[in-house]
T-cell receptor, first 116, second 112 residues
């Protein structure tokens, strides 16, 4: 089954304790992306990757790191989480970052993170 | 600044009524997508519109891309409780570096 998986689904942590949220896709997609979703703000892009070893900042990259060592995995790293990073996080992938056309993004189920 | 403005952000109507959700911008998009999100799940693509003026139908849902490719609408005819959810528009900006943006979302509730 074609899917994007994220782990963990729920995480409660304390300020400053490093954490990693994993993301994996089994569709051989080139493009992967991380978003955070907050009430009234919709989905905001944190980082994206057009292919292995190619990553770039989205709209809200501060406090986050990513890596793309393999095509299927795109982990999100919070080196020193803070309460303002409490949010719902989504990983997504698509075939390529094409300019137009049916470039559907497939989203993972989300990770709800609470930083106290 | 929100590059894609969705309105309304909240809408609660009775079963059987019609509704329209709007997605507006001052920027031009190469394509625009509509997603639907259920609680506890990620967004799922409903449709992509690419050509200015394009109209696509998905059963009782009608999607339109503005002639100037700056706006889009989603119209639901005879809404049903199963249409309840969060509707999101997103698009690829056509100017400068390729940039994918999302609207704030419209939370739709259809009451039986």
């Amino acid at each position: 089954e074609a899917q994007v998986t994220q782990n963990p689904r729920y995480l409660i942590t304390v300020t400053g304790k490093k954490l990693t949220v994993t993301c994996s896709q089994n569709m051989n997609h080139e493009y992967m992306s991380w978003y955070r979703q907050d009430p009234g703000l919709g989905l905001r892009q944190i980082y994206y990757s057009m292919n292995v070893e190619v990553t770039d900042k989205g709209d809200v990259p501060e406090g986050y790191k990513v890596s793309r060592k393999e095509k299927r995995n795109f982990p999100l790293i919070l080196e020193s989480p803070s309460p303002n990073q409490t949010s719902l996080y989504f990983c997504a992938s698509s075939l390529s970052y094409a300019l137009a056309g049916d470039n559907e993004q497939y989203f993972g189920p989300g990770t709800r993170l609470t930083v106290t | 600044t929100q590059l894609l403005e969705q309105s309304p952000q909240f809408l609660s109507i009775q079963e059987g009524e019609n509704l329209t959700v709007y997605c507006n911008s001052s920027s031009v998009f190469s394509s625009l997508q509509w997603y639907r999100q259920e609680p506890g799940e990620g967004p799922v693509l409903l449709v992509t519109v690419v050509t200015g003026g394009e109209v696509k139908k998905l059963k009782r849902l009608t999607f339109q891309f503005g002639d100037a490719r700056k706006d889009s609408s989603l119209h639901i005819t005879a809404a049903q409780p199963g249409d309840t959810g969060l509707y999101l528009c997103s698009g690829f900006l056509i100017q400068g570096a390729q940039k994918l943006v999302f609207g704030q979302g419209t939370r739709l509730t259809i009451n039986p």
